[in-house]
């Protein structure tokens, strides 16, 4: 009863803040820009929340909630249409739908595909949701107890699974997530201030690298340089066929099994790490072994729509748990999400057990967003089935340049800087060579994220152990391993265990298949010379701040283990071994262009911006690009320039923000938004 009396005014309390026609708009906002983005295969809401967070700063926190929310939960309705209609996964949780959903749109059932994964979706996301609820109101009274060692031991938790549960080899998932941690540790020390992999000569890296580059450049950039490299359009087809009522009649044949596998997704949800990478293939798995006649899968099952779609939204849901109760984002999206909350306001919303404690009527306004977002989202992926269909005809040569517009404006104003330009390349190329070879970026995005609080943790932890010893043994042992603790080191080794055993078999991007050796170890070394620089430069740091170095040193020189321990394995196997996975290997790839012509148009806005400032570079860089890559004529190229201009100016204007300068404007006084 303590507890109901607890949650229930909480419950009301929420329900007031978001039932606001103010809050609605921004939450149906959210839902049309999440729609927008889950279109791309491979962008997802990684890349869409990593849009939102330069607005994030300082707006009503129920307002961002209801964009955010809007946008997390609507991805995984919206990234169906990518799988359904071109048999690309729209993300990594989508995967399964394409085996059944693109052979039913190959013989004219699109709609009825679409339409079942929809109400699978929608009954999905609604009983994440109801979990949501639930678990909040069991578990909130044992997460307030939650102090220092326990925090920190759910952090190494949520590490180990991210690493293990990362991909086919799990050593590279252990070793990304480390790199990402590295990149983390980049600028000012957290207990004294010591720089780490930074000089002052270069102050853009004093504070450390911004989330939303980190973001941005490690997924979006590398999804958007695949699909333009391809050189054609998203779909060849943009005719649905009917059958939409056909499709929810299905659904509610196979009711049950959307149950079960939206339990399975709540399930799978709430281990950190996991999530999308897995759960649409344990979902599928299930739905062929509970099917009587298996012989029709993978050529246009509607049972093999219906069970993924069901377990990637409830997912959702499941995420949230350790994202919310204790600060551990349970996905890459999820990740991004920790990191606006912190934006919002006047900046003291923190997720974890403080959340939960003094802001419980926002935590329960998160539950009611989430169950909203997914009815509004289903509504308008329903009625924007037609158009989106035919948007995805467009040849993408003529997106790209605008999306990447977009993101390289999202990335400026992150710090107002031109270095947040150069980092964003580079992050991006880095996410390239990732996904090439088939590196976990969640890993490394979820390393990245959680590299603050888990140094904070341990430097906290050791301070307050060390004072308790001092008292007296038995105290300082009763500090450290706490019955919690002690619960959660057991919970930690048999996870690992049981993933290790799994991780052979999740592919968290993708089918990939093997190439020669040279280009991976080449990548390997890259990367195990970064963890060697940093692991020195952290050992330079004075004995006065030594808490600074302990951090750095320990994750990597985990790392450096890992990283040689791949060598060796490299040095030893075979070319055809999982080790070896490169997306550019083999003569069957769709590929029209290659890496480096492609990078070579990214580059040259960065040098003309570095030169003649953002807006009078990417006016060249539109009309260049549109009049020799896509090989439209001179008047459609001046259009589309000028259309792109006038929507980055009008941003900027919304918005109240700059442009980055270059050389130019050093030397001429300009208007703006040349200036």
């Known amino acids: 009863m303590d507890i109901l009396s607890v949650a229930l005014p909480a419950l009301g309390s929420a329900a007031g803040l978001i039932l606001q026609p103010v809050v609605l708009g921004y939450l149906v906002l959210g839902v049309v820009m999440g729609l927008c983005v889950g279109v791309f295969p491979g962008l997802g809401g990684i890349a869409g929340l990593s849009l939102l967070l330069p607005f994030m700063f300082g707006m009503d926190p129920v307002l961002g909630l209801a964009l955010m929310i809007g946008m997390v939960a609507v991805v995984p309705t919206s990234d169906t249409f990518a799988s359904v209609l071109m048999g690309i996964p729209g993300s990594s949780a989508s995967q399964a739908t394409v085996l059944d959903g693109f052979p039913m749109a190959k013989r004219g059932e699109a709609a ?22 639930l678990f909040i109101l069991v578990a909130r009274p044992i997460v307030l107890e939650f102090r220092t060692p326990e925090l920190l031991m759910i952090t190494v ?19 990304a997530a480390g790199l990402g941690m590295m990149v983390g540790t980049i600028g000012e020390g957290d207990s004294s201030g010591e720089l780490r992999m930074a000089s002052y000569d270069l102050p853009y890296l004093v504070d450390g690298l911004k989330l939303v580059i980190v973001g941005l450049g490690i997924f979006a950039i590398p999804e958007i340089v695949a699909l333009l490299r391809q050189d054609r359009a998203i779909s060849e087809r943009s005719v649905l066929g009917g059958g939409w009522m056909r499709g929810v009649r299905d659904w509610l044949a196979n009711a049950w099994l959307s149950v079960r596998c939206s339990i399975i997704g709540v399930v799978v949800g709430v281990i950190p790490g996991l999530g999308g990478s897995v759960v649409d293939w344990i979902a599928y798995g299930h739905t062929v072994q509970t099917t009587k006649d298996k012989s029709r899968f993978g050529s246009g099952e509607v049972r093999g729509v219906i069970g993924p779609e069901s377990s990637n939204n409830a997912k959702e849901g499941g995420g949230l748990v350790p994202t919310l109760l204790f600060g551990i984002p349970g996905s890459g999206s999820m990740a991004i999400f920790i990191g606006a909350i912190a934006l919002l306001g006047s900046g003291n919303i923190e997720v974890g057990p403080s959340m939960l404690k003094n802001n419980l009527d926002i935590t329960y306004a998160i539950v009611w967003l989430l169950a909203l977002a997914n009815v509004v989202g289903t509504l308008i992926c329903i009625g924007a089935s037609g158009g989106i269909a035919r948007l995805t005809t467009i040849p993408f040569s003529l997106l790209a340049p605008f999306l990447f517009m977009i993101i390289a404006f999202a990335a400026f104003q992150s710090g107002q800087d031109l270095m947040d330009l150069v980092a964003l390349f580079v992050i991006g190329f880095l996410g390239i060579m990732m996904r090439r070879f088939d590196w976990s970026r969640p890993a490394f995005l979820i390393g990245f994220v959680l590299s603050n609080p888990a140094e904070t943790y341990a430097n906290q932890a050791v301070q307050i152990a060390q004072s308790r010893f001092r008292k007296g043994f038995a105290e300082g042992i009763d500090y450290i391993f706490s019955p919690i603790v002690i619960v959660l080191i057991i919970i930690t080794l048999i996870s690992v265990v049981v993933g290790l055993r799994q991780a052979k078999t999740i592919m968290a991007e993708g089918a990939v298949k093997s190439g020669r050796k040279m280009a991976p170890m080449i990548f390997l070394l890259a990367v195990l010379a970064y963890l060697v620089v940093s692991f020195v430069d952290a050992s330079l740091i004075p004995d006065y701040a030594a808490a600074d170095r302990v951090f750095p040193r320990f994750v990597s020189g985990v790392a450096i283990v890992g990283a040689l321990v791949l060598l060796v394995q490299m040095i030893v196997r075979p070319e055809s071994h999982a080790l070896f996975a490169d997306r550019d290997a083999g003569g069957d790839r769709e590929d029209v262009h290659g890496l480096w012509p492609t990078l070579a148009w990214f580059a040259g806005l960065l040098i003309l911006t570095a030169l003649l400032g953002f807006i009078v570079a990417l006016a060249l860089f539109l009309f260049a690009f549109i009049y020799h890559r896509a090989g439209r004529p001179a008047g459609f190229a001046a259009a589309y320039t000028g259309a792109g201009i006038v929507f980055m100016c009008f941003m900027a204007w919304l918005l109240n923000r700059d442009f980055p300068p270059g050389l130019l404007q050093s030397f001429a006084d300009l208007p703006w938004p040349l200036t």
């Open 112 to 133: 009825r595909a679409l339409s079942a994964a929809f109400a699978s979706s929608l009954f999905g996301g609604l009983v994440g949701a109801a979990f949501l609820t």
């Open 157 to 175: 938790f949520g590490l180990s699974m991210v690493g293990i549960l990362a991909g086919r080899v799990a050593l590279k998932g252990i070793v």
